[in-house]
């Protein structure tokens, strides 16, 4: 489903040159739950924002679902997002002007979806989380895990078939984090979604098929 | 989309309170200043009342007698009237008038009232409505008759209910006859305006020298096809005055022009003479000046907002939106936002002409003689629609540049939560 070959991300700054990624080859197969596991700065964030295809790699190729994506224009991109990529962030980025249910419709806003049916889909999704009490709420009215069961849901809406998680589960305290996994858990057995999550809590990653290991850039294991 | 979008502008600047206020406040007061500004001008320019038909009239405000040695700026001296202009052929009729200020001391304080001396043709070219008696004619004027026309207003303050005409009035010691009275002249008729006309004749003390300036505006009423001509001659008295003035004097004529000129006269250096192409580029240059401090505001705003919103612009970027969408998704609220602001600007602007006419007319036409009730404002819808276009080009201007920037921002700066 994910093909990196031969990944190198290096940012150049006028004196300075890091390498974030060097000679990254990672394979995640259709249905897959793989953990990146690393210290602070060694590259995990580069990884996802790469295979997020929200960064272009200095070196390398990567494929999503048998495509090629090297090369592809900003509108194409953008549509591959809209499609096979849904995303959870740490920090939750719901939009705070919006209600839960217009949050969670947001990437069916970029599908050429009818309004009554962009409201069905979403109001499904919500009820896959338990939150369909909650549609006409504020992101501020609502708990760091309710937050985070929101952010799922939009990350799913679009019935993406790649999931990427930048810790879920860190702004949460270990219960609701344990209920959050348990709904990542659901989808990728139930829905078959493919999971590529970023964490740093060993417990959590080992419940997952494997677990990609980095060091300063490198893929160590 | 666009409906999605549209409801979703409404959600967003909801809860944005403080941004949706100056944004809107910047453009509904943008567009108030523009609107007002027009009713000011539209108002001098235009008054109506007895000068309802000005676009037939050419005006002479003052004139420029200038030699090597010095140079004199004033009104039109009798002279020039009674000797040169009052026989011209092309006018249909030749008003002329000189203002004096009446104080009238009473036990109630100190009262002012303005006193114009003006010619029969007055009445001819200025469309005054009587309420009572009649004008003065050529030959009370000749005979200087202690005669006066006045308004509603003086006739309230000094006849109250009786007819006033056939009564005797006493201006600065001397009485006059009241023949006639005419309804009040709104304050903003800055031409035919006063509370008072008598025959001009009853003055001795105007200046007779020809090589100086006088006390007079001159205004002649056309057939409305012949203000071509009026010039002409004009000019060609012109040319046959300045021999008469010798010791190598020369005059200019601050006219005839007709309403707008007239007005545009007023914003540049009433000295000058230049050409219509000037006054109005001075104007535009003001207007510009007066437009770059909403406009730089609006900017600033619109850059802080946008600003403020880069972390829901990174999570739109990741949930599937292209440059191009994030873009115009943002130039689309920027336009409904300034039309709002404009919609806002111009229901003010309604209410203040509607309701708070008396005070916008204090405010525009201020001065010691105030008949504000009968003044006329009227919106200038197409005065409107430029501000509104000139507004949403500036806020296209003032967001393209961060909506392009924003539209390239990387997603991941804005939502890296914490380290990874």
Redesign the interface.
Known sequence: MIHLENIQKIYRTRNIETIALDQVNIGVKEGEFVSVMGPSGCGKSTLLNIIGLLDKPSEGQVSIDQTLINGQNDKKLAHFRNEKLGFIFQRFHLINSLNIMDNVELPLLYRKIGASKRKKLAQETLERVGLSHRMIHFPSELSGGQCQRVAIARAIAGNPQILLADEPTGNLDSKMGGEIMEILHQLNKESKMTIVMVTHDESLASKTNRIIRFFDGRQVN | ?W??SFI?FF??I???KFFTFLNLFGVSITIMIILIAAIKIESAIWPGGPEKNNENMLFIKNILITSDKNSRFGGVSLPIIEDHLIKMQTPKAIAFSCENPWSYISDHGVEEFNVKSVNAGWWQVFDFEFIEGRPFNQQEVIDASWVAVIDARIKNRFFQDQNAVGQMLEISGKMYKVIGVIKNVPSNCERSFANIFVPYTLTEAYNRDIRQTGEFGVTFLSSGKNLKEIKAETENLRLRIIPLLQEGYTLYFGGPYGPVSTYLQGWVSPTEYAGDRHEIMSILGKLFLLMLLPALNLISIQLIRIHERS??I????????????LIKQILYENTLLTILGAIIGLLFTLIIVYVFKNVLAEMLFSGIFENNENIQFHINFGIFFIGLFTSLVLSLMSGIIPAIKMSRL???EV??????
């Open positions: 989309m409906k999605t979703q959600k967003i909801r809860q944005n972390e829901e990174g999570v739109r970027k990741a949930f599937g939106a292209s440059r191009g969408e990387q997603a991941v939502l890296k939560g914490g380290e990874l």
